[in-house]
């Protein structure tokens, strides 16, 4: 009996020993190495500008590490397309925005990828308006002296955007169609070339991003007219909007936000999504957004995902209307 019994022990701890060799091992805490935050667009934008306070202060926050990675090329769908491919484990994200995500799609006709299908929204981050500048030196000082003088001499005006369907310049084209005038549209190949070319007076008019145009607007070498959101911009009060001055109603505004891959699992999305967010909570974090020109907003990745997905609609027939074609 004695020795059935130690044979049973044995065997019973044999079995246990097996047992714990062969169990999976718990996974690991994530993230355990670095990520990459790609940036779809060259350096000195307003998304680069963002992604790279996102990283440096969520590495801070977080003690994460977070890399900012520039991929640009095609109107941001470059940079999108890295994301979509890579494997869906939280270690290869991508800023992304309205131009890459819900107009990019309606100009390049033979996109490998949806964004409603084959990404993943994790976190917003913030919007901003396009700010309607003119260099210090320009004649107009007002965007009322922009309307008068394009009426009296139909597209002469012109103005400089970061390129054909961004949604800049498709906020030009709705503002020429809510005043009723025909400005000329120069597309340049990102938000620094043509910024340049308003301050040298080669453009009458530059539509951009207020985190691009930033640092020149405060420096005094940029003169604003007015910003296309529905109220002003914290970051310039005195600015007025396009519906306070005279087109009521007038509202355009680009977001920007961290995708993934699709298939990325739920826990990462919410470390994600969680770390964000408390991140834009911070006075600290506010701040520095608004000094670049944008508002902070916070979002759960579910409401940030409606948000993408309404907007991939709503921006199909605005594409369509304003006739802009990639080159």
Excluded: C
């Excluded at 999108?80 to 890579?86: D, L, N, Q, R, S």
């Excluded at 100009?107 to 990404?119: E, G, M, S, V």
């Excluded at 913030?126 to 008068?148: F, H, M």
């Amino acid at each position: 009996m004695i020795r059935t019994l130690i044979s049973f022990s044995a065997l019973a701890l044999a079995l246990g020993a097996t047992a714990h060799a062969q169990a999976p091992a718990p996974a690991a805490a994530y993230p355990n190495k670095p990520i990459r935050l790609i940036v779809p667009f060259p350096p000195g934008g307003g998304t680069d500008i963002l992604s790279r306070l996102v990283a440096t202060k969520l590495t801070e926050s977080a003690k994460w590490t977070v890399v900012a990675d520039n991929k640009a090329g095609a109107g941001g769908t470059i940079g999108i397309g890295e994301a979509v491919k890579a494997a869906p484990t939280g270690y290869d994200i991508v800023m992304g925005q309205k131009d890459n995500l819900v107009i990019g799609p309606w100009l390049y006709k033979n996109l490998p990828w949806d964004p409603t299908k084959d990404l993943t929204a994790v976190a917003h981050v913030a919007y901003t308006p396009v700010v309607i500048a003119t260099s210090a030196n320009s004649k107009y000082k007002t965007l009322a002296d922009v309307i008068a003088a394009a009426k009296a001499a139909p597209g002469t005006v012109t103005y400089g955007s970061p390129g054909n369907g961004t949604s800049i310049h498709l906020a030009g084209d709705l503002f020429e169609k809510a005043a009723g005038v025909k400005l000329s549209h120069i597309p340049y190949k990102g938000s620094n070339p043509a910024l340049m070319d308003a301050l040298a007076g080669n453009v009458d008019l530059l539509m951009s991003s207020v985190p691009s145009a930033m640092g020149q607007l405060k420096s005094g070498k940029l003169r604003a007219l007015a910003v296309t959101s529905a109220k002003r911009s914290s970051s310039l009060p005195d600015v007025p909007t396009v519906a306070e001055s005279g087109f009521k109603g007038f509202d355009v505004s680009t977001w920007y936000g961290v995708f993934a891959p699709a298939g990325t699992p739920a826990s990462v999305v919410t470390a994600l999504n969680t770390e964000i967010n408390k991140l834009l909570a911070t006075a600290e974090m506010k701040a520095a957004i608004q000094a670049q020109g944008a508002e902070p907003e916070a979002m759960s990745a579910a409401q940030f995902g409606t948000l993408m997905k309404n907007d991939y609609a709503k921006w199909k027939g605005i594409v369509e209307a304003s006739g802009a074609k990639i080159e």
